[in-house]
Each structure stands twice: as structure tokens, then as C-alpha cells.
């Protein structure tokens, strides 16, 4: 590349990636039935969120069976962080897969630029890429399988720039309702700062918090070694001396090395 050749940035766009927990252990059948019943939910919460335009006007939509992911106007980001967790949630919790039993979502919400034009290469990106390292890291598989399977149906991953522009500003959820955490993707080399944010806590999530989970020294007897084999959880700081006893707060770090 010479001094006179250059590539405009794309248009930014919101991310939204959903994934059932556990779809692989699901039989065949259930698993035909989890595949429809992901896209009637997510078509049905953000509806009944008050942002259904989101869905109606989604962009480079990628469907792989145990999952979902396209891209949006950024602009209704912080509309989506508002309303939409808590109705999916309530969706989940509602309506069930013919068979196979509750259907869990791991989600991330992310935003930065990506090219959409009508080609082949619409969607593709690092922003892309990042909205699905978040929606596998390691602590959100982690606080999903410690809360209840009955109860808490969906947990929800906000990347720093996404939660610079739709929470800090003010301009959605306020930020005490959202954990700090570094989510880490150790076969991927992933690191980087983002937010949890639990629409109903349960289980274990509730009884001690996500803090005190999460590190290994305070948490529950027996679950030390658990902890430290999938990624050595521990809590770095608390900014303002919160506790979390239950509430997914704001002003809390914690720190996943693995």
C-alpha cells in the first residue's frame, strides 16, 4: 500500500449475537425445534421491547441453528439495552421448545464499523469478530451455568465502546446495573474490559453475588478448583467499596486470567 491509496471506515453499526446454552446436547428433534423457536423469540422480544424496528430492519443476518447474530442502527442501542434484556427474559420464561427443555441465551451486544452494501462482504469486520469472542468468553459461559436453569434464562455481555455510548452517556440502563469483568477467550488470544448485565439473577448468582462467585478465596466450598480450571477468576477492585449481594452493580472489576 502506497502513501496515496485508502480505504474509507465504514459505517457503524449495533451488534446483537445470541447462543443456546448447551443446543449440542439437545437431540436431534429438539434441537429442529430450539433452531425456530430462537428466531420466533428474538422476532417476539424485540416487539414486545418497544424495539421491534431493530429486528424488522436487521442487516446481514447469520442464522447457525444454536444461534443468531446481524447488525442494526447504532442509534437504537441504547433503546435496545433498555428494554430488551428484560423482555427477552420474560419471552424465555413464557414460551418453551416443543421438547428438550428451557432454552438458555448467551447474548452480546457490541458496536463499531462494518460495511453494508450488498455484497458478499457485508458484516465482516473486527467489530463482527469481537461480538462473538464476547458472546463466548468464558465468564458468561460461567455465570450462566451458575444460575438457576429454571430461572434465569438470559445473560447479557455489553462491549466497553457499546457501553461507553449507550450506558455511560446515560442514555439507557443506569451503569450500577451492569458488572464489570474482563472477558477473556484464552484459544483466541481475547482479551478485553466489557459489562454483564443479568436481567434476573438466580441460584448462586443471588446468594452470593457475582463478585464473591467469582473468586475463588471467598467463593462457595468446592468450587475453588472448578473456578480456577476454567479460567482463575478473581476480583481486582472495588472502585467505591460496593458489595454484590445480588445485584448486578456497577463500579466492580473482575479479572479472568486464563
Not at 101 to 130: F, K, M, Q
Request: proline share 6%; hydrophobic share 40%; glycine share 10%.
Amino acid at each position: 500500500m502506497n502513501h496515496q491509496e485508502w480505504y474509507p471506515v465504514p459505517g457503524y453499526r449495533g451488534i446483537v449475537a445470541v447462543d443456546a446454552e448447551g443446543f449440542s446436547k439437545r437431540s436431534d428433534v429438539s434441537q429442529e425445534h430450539a433452531t425456530g423457536f430462537i428466531l420466533d423469540v428474538l422476532a417476539r422480544s424485540f416487539e414486545r421491547a418497544g424495539v421491534g424496528e431493530v429486528w424488522e430492519r436487521r442487516v446481514f443476518p447469520s442464522h447457525r441453528g444454536d444461534g443468531y447474530a446481524f447488525g442494526f442502527d447504532p442509534a437504537m442501542m441504547p433503546g435496545v439495552i433498555a428494554s430488551w434484556p428484560a423482555t427477552l427474559q420474560r419471552t424465555l420464561m413464557e414460551c418453551e421448545p416443543q421438547s428438550g427443555g428451557p432454552l438458555r441465551l448467551r447474548v452480546s451486544l457490541h458496536i463499531g464499523p462494518l460495511p453494508v452494501d450488498g455484497g458478499p462482504h457485508d458484516g465482516s469486520g473486527t467489530a463482527r469478530n469481537e461480538a462473538h469472542r464476547l458472546l463466548n468468553a468464558d465468564v458468561l459461559k460461567l455465570l450462566l451455568a451458575k444460575a438457576s436453569r429454571e430461572v434465569t434464562r438470559a445473560v447479557v455481555i455489553v462491549s466497553d465502546d457499546c457501553f461507553k455510548v449507550a450506558v455511560r452517556s446515560m442514555r439507557s440502563l443506569h451503569p450500577d446495573l451492569f458488572c464489570e469483568v474482563s472477558a477473556t477467550l484464552a484459544d483466541k488470544q481475547f482479551d478485553q474490559r466489557a459489562w454483564i448485565h443479568v436481567p434476573v439473577p438466580s441460584g448462586n448468582l443471588l446468594a452470593a453475588g457475582i463478585a464473591a462467585l467469582l473468586n475463588p478465596e471467598t467463593g462457595p466450598d468446592g468450587e475453588a478448583a472448578e473456578r480456577r480450571a476454567q479460567g482463575a477468576a478473581h476480583v481486582v477492585h472495588h472502585t467505591v467499596g460496593n458489595r454484590n449481594d445480588g445485584v448486578v452493580g456497577g463500579n466492580q472489576s473482575i479479572n479472568f486470567n486464563g
